[in-house]
């Protein structure tokens, strides 16, 4: 069977992203082919993990850190590809006065490096946050102006990712500001993934690739069904701007949060992995049910985000009635495929192999939720032939299409 159109052209990418082997899972660095001895491209795919903020917002401590490192172990998130835990805003109090930034040393008692050693120990990666202006959201003390000394203080205490929020920023310069945090990490001499987080408002698609692993594209999410559909939507315009190493970042997981239903959960974590999103559980790890761990931990489903080709997938049909196609070329030639149905009934779905970038003929198809196979099903090009699901309301029925070439079975 031959690929048309979108597909080939991405799969044509997987020649110069794809490169010296697969890329693994949760954005862990890799060689970068030409690049001097030891270089490496981090968050060469999607990089996934937990952050504080969703969930426990200004409550963060010690305690709770070491807590979700247990339990991201216990659970199994971390065989899954989950690594990084991100403590969000409010563990910093001050600046002593020597310029260093100070933890608050009640609720962090053991310092900031023993808390990384924690983590590490555990075989994960630690994460902390600041912001580009001189204040954070909650008003604690920010990076700006000090750029350097915060870069070789995390690199001291064995940070792996910071997310940089833009809070009493918005008279500065972005690209300038967020570079000037790119120089200062890799003077550090520690590899750092920088988190921009500006929440689009200075088309961060346009440049963030020169000094981010992953960019904010819209404003915060929150843990409802409307929140969701219009990040989809407004993720969905810049999908031409992410790839290995520099990804839209539509916001992290409300998965287990309270506020959605099972389904929506699904359709929720389902669609970041269509959009290779990074993949940030929010929801408390120590206390999640049986049924909010399998969707956090769906190993096809996780599969298709971490593809080492890398290509965000977007909306190839959408029929104004609530229900959308969505496709993700993969780097072995499948094609994932997301049908959303964003209306409260189900309905049933259809799409043709034409409008996921095949050519008619046979391909497998599997359920990446059911964990089933679908058999062999044959396109041959007419409305009759057309794929057909029903699709539960504000759900999903995620796919994976495997095109049968010629020769083969």
Request: overall charge negative.
């Given at each position: 069977?031959?690929?048309?159109?979108?597909?080939?052209?991405?799969?044509?990418?997987?020649?110069?992203?794809?490169v010296g082997g697969d890329a693994g899972t949760g954005g862990a660095p890799e060689e970068t082919p030409g690049a001097p001895a030891g270089s490496v491209t981090l968050a060469a795919t999607p990089?996934?993990?937990?952050?504080?903020?969703?969930?426990?917002?200004?409550?963060?401590?010690?305690?709770?850190?070491?807590?979700?490192?247990?339990?991201?172990?216990?659970?199994?998130?971390?065989d899954a590809g989950y690594e990084y835990v991100v403590i969000d805003d409010c563990w910093q109090v001050e600046r002593g006065t020597d310029d260093l930034i100070v933890p608050d040393p009640e609720?962090?008692?053991?310092?900031?490096?023993?808390?990384?050693?924690?983590?590490?120990?555990?075989?994960?990666?630690?994460?902390?946050?600041?912001?580009?202006?001189?204040?954070?959201?909650?008003?604690?003390?920010?990076?700006?102006?000090?750029?350097?000394?915060?870069?070789?203080?995390?690199?001291?205490?064995?940070?792996?990712?910071?997310?940089?929020?833009?809070?009493?920023?918005?008279?500065?310069?972005?690209?300038?500001?967020?570079?000037?945090?790119?120089?200062?990490?890799?003077?550090?001499?520690?590899?750092?993934?920088?988190?921009?987080?500006?929440?689009?408002?200075?088309?961060?698609?346009?440049?963030?690739?020169?000094?981010?692993?992953?960019?904010?594209?819209?404003?915060?999410?929150?843990?409802?069904?409307?929140?969701?559909?219009?990040?989809?939507?407004?993720?969905?315009?810049?999908?031409?701007?992410?790839?290995?190493?520099?990804?839209?970042?539509?916001?992290?997981?409300?998965?287990?949060?309270?506020?959605?239903?099972?389904?929506?959960?699904?359709?929720?974590?389902?669609?970041?992995?269509?959009?290779?999103?990074?993949?940030?559980?929010?929801?408390?790890?120590?206390?999640?049910?049986?049924?909010?761990?399998?969707?956090?931990?769906?190993?096809?489903?996780?599969?298709?985000?971490?593809?080492?080709?890398?290509?965000?997938?977007?909306?190839?049909?959408?029929?104004?009635?609530?229900?959308?196609?969505?496709?993700?070329?993969?780097?072995?030639?499948?094609?994932?495929?997301?049908?959303?149905?964003?209306?409260?009934?189900?309905?049933?779905?259809?799409?043709?192999?034409?409008?996921?970038?095949?050519?008619?003929?046979?391909?497998?198809?599997?359920?990446?939720?059911?964990h089933e196979d679908s058999g062999v099903h044959v396109d041959d090009g007419t409305i009759a032939s057309r794929f057909r699901r029903p699709v539960p309301g504000h759900g999903i029925v995620m796919?994976?299409?495997?095109?049968?070439?010629?020769?083969?079975?």
């Amino acid at each position: 069977m031959k690929k048309t159109g979108w597909l080939q052209a991405s799969l044509a990418l997987c020649l110069a992203a794809c490169v010296g082997g697969d890329a693994g899972t949760g954005g862990a660095p890799e060689e970068t082919p030409g690049a001097p001895a030891g270089s490496v491209t981090l968050a060469a795919t999607p990089p996934m993990g937990f952050n504080t903020w969703n969930r426990f917002a200004c409550d963060v401590s010690e305690e709770l850190v070491r807590g979700i490192a247990d339990a991201m172990v216990a659970s199994g998130m971390r065989d899954a590809g989950y690594e990084y835990v991100v403590i969000d805003d409010c563990w910093q109090v001050e600046r002593g006065t020597d310029d260093l930034i100070v933890p608050d040393p009640e609720r962090f008692p053991s310092g900031m490096k023993a808390l990384a050693d924690y983590v590490h120990d555990r075989g994960l990666k630690f994460g902390v946050y600041t912001d580009a202006g001189p204040q954070t959201c909650q008003g604690r003390p920010g990076s700006y102006g000090f750029e350097e000394i915060d870069a070789v203080t995390y690199a001291e205490w064995g940070v792996d990712y910071v997310k940089v929020d833009w809070c009493h920023a918005d008279s500065l310069n972005a690209p300038e500001r967020y570079a000037r945090f790119r120089e200062a990490f890799d003077a550090s001499g520690r590899d750092m993934v920088l988190s921009i987080c500006e929440w689009g408002r200075n088309l961060p698609w346009e440049w963030a690739a020169e000094s981010g692993q992953l960019w904010r594209t819209t404003a915060d999410i929150s843990d409802d069904w409307e929140s969701v559909k219009w990040i989809l939507e407004a993720n969905n315009r810049h999908h031409a701007a992410a790839g290995p190493g520099h990804w839209n970042d539509p916001d992290m997981l409300e998965v287990g949060n309270g506020g959605m239903a099972l389904e929506e959960y699904r359709a929720h974590f389902s669609l970041w992995a269509m959009m290779a999103a990074p993949l940030m559980a929010g929801n408390d790890l120590r206390e999640m049910s049986d049924e909010i761990r399998a969707i956090l931990t769906n190993a096809e489903v996780i599969a298709v985000d971490q593809d080492p080709l890398g290509v965000q997938g977007k909306v190839v049909l959408d029929r104004g009635y609530g229900f959308q196609v969505w496709a993700k070329p993969l780097a072995d030639g499948a094609v994932a495929v997301a049908l959303l149905n964003q209306r409260e009934a189900e309905m049933e779905g259809s799409f043709s192999w034409h409008e996921i970038g095949l050519d008619p003929g046979p391909a497998t198809v599997r359920d990446l939720w059911r964990h089933e196979d679908s058999g062999v099903h044959v396109d041959d090009g007419t409305i009759a032939s057309r794929f057909r699901r029903p699709v539960p309301g504000h759900g999903i029925v995620m796919l994976r299409v495997t095109p049968i070439v010629e020769g083969e079975g």
